[in-house]
Structures are given as structure tokens and as C-alpha cells.
């Protein structure tokens, strides 16, 4: 996918291809650092603030869960991996890395999904999108939050804090 295609987010604002500092074996398309030069107009800045480009940044817990997956790769070989809310999708492309049968990278911002195809190729590592899914006759969005495959996301919350702490700490290498 070429750039001119990404998403706009702000007069400004550059996407482009970075590799995380806790997971170097990752690179997603994200902002960059530098701040755009030009006045911020109040349509764009509400825009911003109703709508936020979460897939533009990748968040702690994210790497931290990420890294976790990467080192610990019996987790998600030959199974099946959702990854909720997924934005960026940099743990369903760990995941995808580390040999999941198949990823399927869930969210309601059809943008985040569009860029997660897009970091996935970047990766090469294939995942599928949706901004739905269904399990057990039930049907689940990504902003409706867990439950679903016997406490699965619970056990992944206790390990993304678990993990995160221990980043922080600096027990994480």
C-alpha cells in the first residue's frame, strides 16, 4: 500500500514506517514524532478528539503484550488468535509471526483496519479483518468488550499487566 493512500489524519501529520523499541522485530505505520508545523484548525482538533486515530500510535501494552507473544511463541502456534480493538494490530502480527493458524484482527474504525492489512504486509504476515465477530451464536463488536472462550481475555489482561510490569521494572529484556 502506497502512503498517499494512508488515512489523513491532520493537516501535517506523517505516516510512515517505524520499528517499536520494545518489539524491534515489528514495524507498523504509525505518526511520526515530528509535530505538524501549521495551525491545527478547531474542525480538525474536533475531529480528532471525537474520532482519535488510536492506529496511529502503538500503545505500551500493546508492545508489551507483543513481546510477550514473540518470546513465548507455544502461546499462539496453531491456533486461532483474535486481536480485539486491534488498531495497529501489532499483536495479531506477533501472533501471525509466531505461527498462529490464523489471526483475525477485529475493530470498529474502519481506518485501524485498513492499516492493519497494511502492517501486515509490511511484516509479511497475513491476517484477516473484521469489525464484528461471531462465537457461539453470539456476536461480539470490538468495542463490546470480553468473555468470550472461557475467560480468554481475562488470562490475556493478567498477562499484558503482568508483562508490563515487569517492562517497567526492567526485568523485561
Known amino acids: 500500500m502506497s502512503e498517499e493512500k494512508f488515512p489523513h489524519i491532520v493537516e501535517g501529520a506523517v505516516i510512515c514506517a517505524r520499528q517499536l523499541p520494545v518489539v524491534p522485530e515489528i514495524s507498523l505505520y504509525l505518526m511520526s514524532d515530528a509535530i505538524p508545523q501549521n495551525a491545527v484548525s478547531q474542525s480538525a482538533y474536533s475531529r480528532l478528539m471525537e474520532q482519535p486515530p488510536y492506529w496511529a500510535f502503538c500503545w505500551g501494552g500493546g508492545q508489551a503484550l507483543a513481546r510477550w507473544i514473540l518470546d513465548n511463541p507455544e502461546s499462539v502456534q496453531q491456533r486461532e488468535v483474535i486481536d480485539f480493538g486491534a488498531g495497529s494490530a501489532v499483536a495479531g502480527i506477533a501472533a501471525a509471526m509466531r505461527g498462529a493458524r490464523t489471526v483475525l484482527a477485529v475493530d470498529i474504525d474502519p481506518d485501524a483496519l485498513l492499516m492493519a492489512r497494511a502492517n501486515a504486509a ?52
Open 122 to 173: 509490511l511484516n509479511q504476515v497475513s491476517l484477516e479483518t473484521a469489525d464484528t465477530f461471531a462465537a457461539g451464536g453470539g456476536q461480539f463488536s470490538a468495542g463490546s468488550g470480553c468473555g468470550l472462550r472461557g475467560g480468554f481475555c481475562q488470562h490475556a489482561c493478567n498477562t499484558c499487566d503482568r508483562v508490563a510490569r515487569a517492562y517497567v521494572a526492567g526485568s523485561v529484556a
